[in-house]
C-alpha cells in the first residue's frame, strides 16, 4: 500500500524534528514548567548544532536507504550503511548498538548480532524502525542472495542485527503497526486500538505497559532507554495532545532519553497529522530535511 505524501513526509519529518528538538535534553532531569524547551537550538551533552540528526534520525536513514520498493528490502545496503555510519564515530551511539555493529562487522548472521541479555533491552531499534511501515506485508528481504518473505520476518532481522531481545522486537512491531494505521487515517482511538491488539499478541508485560499509557501524566510519564518505555513515551504524546507541537514539546521535556521519545512521538504524529502540522521554522532547521524528501521521491514511497 502506498501512503500519501504528507503523511509519510509527517512521519519521517516528524522523527528527525523530536530527535532534533529533544537532542539537547538527552541525559537531563524533567525542565522546570517556567523553563519548557519549545525551539531546535541545539547544544546539550554532545553540542549538537541546531537541527543535527542525533543516531535517531541518522539510523532512520540506514533503514530508509536500504527500501528499494515496498516489496522489496535490502540487507546487504543496510549493513553497508549501517557500518559505514558506524566507521564515522557518531558522537552519541548506545551500548547495545555498539556491541551490534561490532558482530556485524565481524560478519555474524544478523539475526545472531543483537545481544539477548536482559540488560540489553534498549530503544536503539525502535528509534529506527518508522520506515519500515511503508514495507508490504509481503515484503521480500534480500541478503547474500538469500531472501526472506513478510514484513514480520524482516522486522524481526532488522532489529536483531543490533538488538537480540525479545522485548525490542516485540515494541518494534506494535509501533509498525501503529505508524501503519496512522499513515491510513483512521482515528487515535482506532490507532490506540491496534497498538493494543498487537501488544496483546507479544507479551503480557508489554500489553500491561501499553494498557497503562492512559495513566501517565507528565509528572509520572518514563522516558527512559528501555524500548518499552520509548515506544509507551511516544504513545503517550501521541494521545494526550491534540496537536504535534504540543506533543514533542511535553515528551522532550521530560529530559531522560528526550531525543529517541521525541524521535518515536514525531513518527506517530507526523504519521497521523502530516507534515503540514510541523511548525516550517522547526522544517527548515532540520539537517535531512531535503534528503529525507528526495529518498521518498525517488523510491516512489508516497503518492
Ligand atoms: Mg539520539
Given at each position: 500500500m502506498i501512503y500519501s505524501q504528507d503523511k509519510v513526509l509527517g512521519m519521517l519529518w516528524g522523527l528527525h524534528t523530536g530527535d532534533s528538538l529533544g537532542a539537547p535534553l538527552e541525559f537531563l532531569p524533567p525542565s522546570a514548567a517556567w523553563n519548557q524547551h519549545t525551539e531546535i537550538v541545539g547544544g546539550g551533552k554532545f553540542n549538537w548544532k541546531a537541527g543535527e540528526a542525533t543516531d535517531d534520525t541518522d539510523l532512520m536513514l540506514c533503514v530508509l536507504r536500504s527500501?528499494?520498493?515496498?516489496q522489496k528490502f535490502s540487507f546487504d545496503i543496510l549493513k553497508q550503511e549501517m557500518l559505514a555510519w558506524f566507521a564515522s564515530e557518531p558522537p552519541d551511539i548506545g551500548t547495545t548498538t555498539v556491541k551490534g555493529l561490532r558482530n556485524l562487522k565481524a560478519g555474524l548472521p544478523l539475526r545472531e548480532?543483537?545481544?539477548?541479555?536482559?540488560?540489553?533491552?534498549?530503544?536503539g531499534s525502535i528509534m529506527r524502525v518508522?520506515?519500515?511501515?511503508?514495507?508490504?506485508?509481503q515484503v521480500e528481504g534480500v541478503y547474500q542472495g538469500q531472501s526472506i518473505v513478510s514484513l514480520q520476518e524482516v522486522l524481526e532481522t532488522q532489529t536483531k542485527m543490533t538488538h537480540g531481545h525479545s522485548y525490542c522486537v516485540e515494541a518494534d512491531r506494535v509501533l509498525v503497526a501503529a505508524l501503519k494505521a496512522a499513515l491510513q487515517g483512521i482515528s487515535k482511538s482506532e490507532i490506540y486500538q491496534v497498538a493494543l491488539r498487537e501488544a496483546q499478541k507479544q507479551s503480557r508485560l508489554l500489553l500491561q505497559r501499553v494498557q497503562d499509557?492512559?495513566?501517565?501524566?507528565w509528572e509520572t510519564l518514563p522516558t527512559s532507554g528501555f524500548c518499552f518505555d520509548t515506544l509507551c513515551a511516544g504513545l503517550w504524546a501521541f494521545l494526550s495532545y491534540d496537536n504535534l507541537p504540543d506533543s514533542l514539546v511535553a515528551v522532550v521535556n521530560r529530559g531522560d532519553d528526550s531525543d529517541s521519545c521525541g524521535a518515536v512521538a514525531g513518527a506517530l504524529c507526523g504519521a497521523y497529522y502530516?507534515?503540514?502540522?510541523?511548525?516550517e521554522r522547526w522544517l527548515r532547521a532540520l539537517e535531512f530535511r531535503h534528503e529525507i524528501e528526495s529518498l521518498l521521491k525517488m523510491k516512489k514511497l508516497f503518492c
Open positions: 527500501i528499494e520498493t515496498p548480532c543483537g545481544f539477548v541479555d536482559e540488560k540489553f533491552q534498549g530503544n518508522a520506515p519500515l511501515s511503508l514495507l508490504d506485508e499509557v492512559p495513566t501517565f501524566s502530516g507534515s503540514s502540522a510541523i511548525p
